[in-house]
């Protein structure tokens, strides 16, 4: 672990990178009109002064100008990679050092993160940004998989408890290190996360697995805060989720592997919109695509495509690649990868590590762990065959790539920006629940993005509106409209 | 135009009319073949020469007798296949353009032969051939053609046509040269591909109203013909299977992203079967016997040998139409695989063939290599000759400019880069 140990208030792996991660930052914000506009429009009227936003989300190139966007509009702001590999040390650097400082004098923001992280470390630095100088805590999140949101409700409901259970053999290692954080605060501050959770006006949320957790939460009457599910925002999950994923899966592949993917069977567990982007790249690619899915409506979506849609069972052993992109658990188990070709390669797109089942892989009697290169492993089995794990089985995208191009990324998170203010300045219309951006936001994110494209859009006449029954102006469709 | 109407023998002259504004429809989109049309009738290149002809009477097929007529030519047409005439076509041509037709839509084997006996009874000078049934003719029951030496030479169609040629060539018994319209890059390219690529899809779709998408389609053979098939299917939707004997094809194909399987493993998936492979019995009892009941089972290449339908016979309990061009054979097990079009090619005997369009391109390659047999008459050793690749840029020329398309030259120092050796650093 390389990591700077600094006076300052923030933890990244290397201040010199600043001005390279600047340099990228720079071409990233001409790719990033939404954002740069809305820094633009809202210069004046400063609409986050007064939020201290604790972000968890992967500390990329793309999440800078984001983060810079915050700011330009008069927040303040503390930051965490949500994967221990996504993070780039060139973005972090430029963001703690900031647009007008210096590795010797920085002056940015904020910002605990470096790619390949412990999980303690990991779980440190989420600890870190969420404890805030002179306040009890942020009075915002700006989440992506629920990681700083999920610390909170923990960490609540434990010290209402009184006691932090200790961990059981079926608790992943990873809650393991959650609940021995929460053990140590609770011996510090027995109080110290139901004020956090008092004083956050709400969070919200980037991704599907985040959402997920949300959902559940409310359900249960458990969540603390309202929330904004930034993820099914049109502008978001059709655009990140198909389109961004077609783009970085197989940049990671290559990046990690540069097999010849032409020829290739290639197998896509899962078929939402992240499973459809990656099937689409790998086809385009000149793979053969088989698709697994529990949904029959995508089964058949996949089917009318001319991808085969068959069980992981039947093709397991007729795989080149494999890919995780369902958003569950024990998709792809240590008993599969035992019975794929020599030399298969595995990687999960999905949010977290739990699709693809490392720790059985670790667990199987006589395996043995072969590191390539950072972020590629061959795994041997007994009998002598190989498969290749990307990413420790984390999303391959980020950790073998840099994540999803800054243009699509720049449509999430300007719907992540207008989210922020809009439960910011908004906060009493919001009750703790789970929200969804009204369609015009989603309409206005996407007008952002056409100038850039040289899009040219036809305008309804007054006439045409009234036939259909919408304004000029729009909202154009009804919100259980499918796109 | 021509002063009497020579012997003919079609369905029903009645049909003229609708079949000559069904040429001309098909004449507007073939503006190269036009081109040349117009060209000839200035400068006459075919006076009182006699052209048989052997090729599919389609509206296509009369656009191209237009032109040799134009150019002075008299012209007898029989068809190519006993399904693949379009009665009314066959009719405007006797009629409206005075070429002597022995065609009908579904004559049975007797009379097809018997047309092409006709033809050969005009004694052709030059022959035009899709499959090579007038030269092979000629070269079994008629070598008193070969006899007078009246014989400039000929032009060949097809894949398979071609094949047989050459191996008439190869016997020593080739009597007169012939041109290989066939291998011309402007005609292989574009007519096996994009043309039977499209066609061969719509002829399936007429026929049994099907729906693509999500279905396993299995193509024999990755030829110029399968490859356009299993382009056109994968656009569908289709699930593409390719099958192939030339490990350099089925290499191709693999890594287009296709999945390779044996014939018989391919069988046992597919929805639809289709064959286009130039070979015969490429479908046979051993792949019937894996079929999933309701295959449909098709050919798309040349002649009706690819399926061996004897065999599919034989396996058969019972045999039904069940719509036009459809037949239904029952197995023992009650497995039931629909044979369309009698295993015949399926994009002329389903639909209309390929496309206009493409056609143009295929018999301006026909109409310039016809010109080119007769300027160099008795120059032209008698092999298989490939069309000079002057009228295959020049086709492909006219094709852009009729499409509106423009193209770079090369610059001076760029063709002097080409041609020497002694630069390159």
Same mark, same amino acid.
Do not use: I, P, Q, T
């Given at each position: 672990m390389t990591a700077l140990s600094s006076k300052t208030d923030f933890k990244v792996?290397?201040?010199?990178l600043a001005d390279f991660g600047r340099k990228e930052i720079r071409l990233a914000e001409h790719e990033m009109p939404g954002l740069m506009s809305i820094r633009e429009e809202f210069a004046a009227s400063q609409p986050l002064k007064g939020a201290r936003i604790m972000g968890s989300l992967h500390m990329t190139i793309q999440t800078a100008v984001l983060i810079e966007t915050l700011t330009a509009l008069g927040a303040e702001v503390r930051w965490v990679s949500c994967n221990i590999f996504s993070t780039q040390d060139h973005a972090a650097a430029a963001v703690a050092v900031g647009p007008n400082g210096t590795p010797e004098d920085p002056q940015g923001i904020p910002v605990f993160a470096w790619k390949g992280e412990t999980l303690e470390e990991y779980w440190w630095c989420t600890d870190q940004a969420l404890a805030w100088p002179g306040a009890d805590g942020p009075n915002m999140i700006l989440d992506d998989g629920g990681d700083a949101t999920l610390l909170v409700h923990k960490g609540t409901e434990f010290e209402a408890a009184g006691v932090v259970p200790d961990p059981t053999p079926e608790d992943s290692e990873e809650y393991g290190v959650i609940l021995g954080l929460l053990k140590r605060t609770l011996g510090e501050d027995p109080q110290r996360w139901t004020k956090v959770g008092q004083s956050i006006k709400g969070v919200t949320e980037e991704t599907t697995t985040g959402v997920h957790r949300l959902y559940e939460m409310t359900e249960a009457g458990t969540l603390l805060f309202p929330a904004i599910n930034v993820n099914d925002s049109v502008t978001k999950s059709k655009f990140d989720n198909l389109y961004g994923c077609r783009h970085s899966l197989v940049d990671g592949i290559n990046r990690a592997t540069d097999v010849m993917i032409g020829g290739k069977v290639a197998v896509i567990c899962g078929f939402g919109d992240v499973g459809k982007g990656c099937a689409e790249s790998l086809r385009g690619q000149g793979a053969r695509v088989i698709v697994t899915e529990i949904d029959p409506i995508c089964a058949l979506q996949a089917a009318m495509q001319g991808y085969q849609v068959a069980t992981l069972e039947d093709v397991i052993e007729e795989g080149d690649i494999f890919i995780t992109t369902t958003g569950n658990k024990d998709i792809i188990t240590a008993a599969h990868m035992g019975r794929m070709k020599h030399q298969a390669i595995v990687g999960n797109i999905g949010h977290f590590d739990n699709e693809i089942d490392i720790a059985g892989l670790t667990k199987t009697p006589g395996i043995e762990r072969i590191n390539i290169k950072p972020q590629v492993d061959e795994w041997k089995f007994p009998d002598g065959h190989t498969i290749i794990m990307l990413s420790e089985g984390r999303l391959l995208n980020l950790g073998n790539a840099t994540g999803h191009p800054s243009f699509v990324m720049s449509n999430s998170f300007t719907n992540q920006t207008i989210a922020q203010i809009e439960l910011f300045t908004k906060n009493d219309e919001y009750e703790r629940k789970v929200y969804v951006l009204p369609k015009h936001l989603d309409e206005k994110v996407a007008r952002l993005h056409l100038d850039a494209l040289g899009v040219k859009l036809t305008k309804l006449s007054p006439e045409q509106a009234a036939y259909i029954g919408v304004p000029v102006e729009g909202p154009y469709k009804p919100d259980h409209y499918r796109y | 135009m021509a002063k009497t109407k020579p012997a003919s023998d079609v369905a029903?002259? @009645?049909?003229a009319e609708a079949g000559d504004a069904r040429i001309a429809w098909a004449d507007a989109q073939m503006p190269v073949l036009r081109s040349i049309r117009e060209r000839f009738v200035g400068e006459r290149p075919f006076e009182g020469l006699r052209v048989g002809m052997c090729l599919h009477v389609t509206t296509e097929t009369a656009n191209l007798a237009r032109t040799l007529i134009a150019g002075g030519a008299e012209v007898a047409l029989c068809a190519a296949n006993p399904l693949d005439t379009q009665d009314d076509v066959a009719a405007a041509l006797v009629e409206c353009h005075g070429a002597a037709v022995h065609a009908i839509h579904g004559e049975d084997m007797a009379t097809y032969y018997r047309h092409i006996e006709a033809v050969l009874d005009t004694r052709p000078q030059l022959t035009m051939d899709d499959g090579a049934d007038l030269v092979s003719t000629i070269h079994g029951r008629r070598t008193e053609l070969l006899a007078g030496g009246e014989i400039i030479g000929g032009t060949e169609e097809t894949t398979s046509g071609v094949v047989r040629l050459r191996a008439l060539e190869a016997a020593g018994q080739l009597g007169f040269p012939i041109v290989a319209v066939n291998d011309a890059r402007t005609k292989r390219?574009?007519?096996?591909r994009y043309g039977t690529g499209q066609s061969a899809l719509d002829g399936i779709l007429r026929a049994t109203n099907m729906l693509f998408a999500g279905r396993v389609i299995v193509v024999f053979g990755y030829g110029w013909c399968g490859q356009g098939i299993a382009l056109r299917a994968k656009g569908a939707g289709a699930q593409v299977v390719v099958c192939e004997v030339d490990p350099v094809r089925a290499l191709e194909a693999k890594l287009e992203g296709y999945e390779v399987l044996p014939g018989v493993a391919a069988a046992a998936k597919g929805d639809v079967l289709i064959t286009a492979t @130039?070979?015969?019995? %490429? %479908?046979r009892r051993e792949h019937y016997e894996a079929m999933r009941d309701g295959a449909v089972l098709c050919n798309a290449g040349h002649f009706d040998v690819e399926c061996d339908l004897a065999a599919l016979r034989e396996l058969a309990v019972e045999r039904r139409q069940v719509r036009p061009h459809v037949e239904q054979h029952v197995l023992a097990d009650g497995r039931r695989i629909n044979l369309l079009a009698e295993g015949r090619v399926v994009n002329l005997a389903a639909?209309? @063939?390929?496309p206009a369009a493409v056609m143009d391109m295929s018999f301006a390659n026909q109409a310039l290599a016809a010109e080119h047999l007769v300027k160099t008459a008795g120059t032209l050793a008698p092999q298989v000759h490939g069309v000079p690749p002057e009228l295959d840029e020049e086709v492909a020329r006219l094709t852009l400019a009729a499409l509106d398309v423009e193209i770079d030259a090369l610059t001076d120092a760029q063709r002097a880069y080409l041609t020497t050796w002694d630069q390159g650093t």
């Open positions: 792996a290397d201040l010199s | 029903d002259l @009645g049909l390219l574009f007519d096996n @130039g070979n015969r019995d %490429v %479908v639909a209309e @063939g390929n």
